[in-house]
């Protein structure tokens, strides 16, 4: 992961939220950074969490995002739902998160039912100075960004090792319908990628993964360019929906980033269109 805390201070990013402690402390926070030990990282991803659920309103539509940080978001809301005696729908990601929610008594129910969302929250993977993301570590990325695209607010949480200076660290996690394997496979070597095959994996769709590294200059070039692969159902760049606002966590302070207008065309967002 790339540690670079400077791209916070980056044209484009609210970094007057940065928690007092690490103002002007760059050097504390590399150190810091350099001895996190799990137990801070899960922290971390934990109080970006819970800042989270300070967006969340009575009456919401809410996407459900996947991952570890969305877990802690899911518990959260379960106690807020009880606490506040508030009113919430959530739209599930994955099957993992419709099995989390439903447990804690979430009420869940589908795109079908509620095509446009108030506010999405999801986990992600990395996270540039322009917010564009990778996500798909888990595997859920075709359904999450669907949901991401039929939504009206969309908050990314995560821990600080996911802030990146450019993606491309992470492998980029491309769905493919199974038989095209060795088509796509050829494929994506064309595009300049090293494309592997996740073992042992299957997506909620029955698809399967192929994580491929690739040098990043323009994410948004990648993305449509993976897509147009014969067999490939989408891949984990998120460069057309990017989040308004980034919560990142660390240890047990947040900074909230929010996503000046005049840093990215405007979203793609299905929802205006219906
Ligand atoms: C799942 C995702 C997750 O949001 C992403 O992998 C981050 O997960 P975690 O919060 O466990 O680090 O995209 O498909």
């Known amino acids: 992961m790339n540690q670079d805390i400077e791209l916070f201070d980056t044209k484009g990013v609210d970094s007057t939220a940065l928690p007092s402690k690490f103002r002007d402390q760059r050097s504390r926070i590399e150190v810091s950074r350099t001895k996190s030990s799990n137990r801070s990282l899960e922290l971390s991803k934990k109080t970006s969490a819970e800042k989270a659920l300070d967006y969340v309103r ?6 459900l995002g996947t991952g570890s940080t969305v877990r802690y978001f899911i518990e959260g809301l379960g106690g807020k739902i009880k606490d506040d005696n508030i009113r919430i729908t959530g739209i599930p990601t994955s099957i993992a998160t419709k099995k989390l929610a439903e447990n804690l008594g979430i009420s869940l ?10 506010l999405d929250v ?10 564009n993301l990778i996500k798909g570590g888990g595997g859920a990325h075709t359904m999450e960004k669907i949901v991401a695209n039929a939504s009206k607010e969309f908050i990314v949480i995560a821990d600080y090792t996911k802030i990146v200076k450019e993606l491309g660290n992470f492998p980029v996690p491309v769905e493919i319908y199974p038989d095209k394997l060795r088509f796509v496979i050829n494929e994506l070597r064309e595009i300049g990628g090293s494309p592997k095959l996740r073992e042992n994996f299957k997506t909620d769709n029955g698809n399967i993964i192929i994580d491929t590294k690739f040098e990043i200059k323009n994410p948004e ?20 929906r990017i989040p308004e606002i980034v919560i990142v966590g660390y240890g047990n302070e947040v900074k909230i ?14 929802y205006r269109r219906l």
């Open 122 to 131: 999801d986990g992600a993977d990395e996270i540039d100075s322009k917010f």
């Open 257 to 270: 980033l929010h996503r000046k207008k005049w840093t990215k065309k405007a979203n793609s967002r299905n």
């Open 109 to 118: 129910s589908s795109l079908r039912e509620h095509p446009v969302i108030d």
């Open 58 to 63: 009575d009456g919401m539509i809410l996407g």
């Open 221 to 240: 070039e990648l993305e449509d360019r993976i897509n147009s692969i014969s067999g490939v159902i989408d891949n984990g760049i998120f460069s057309k």
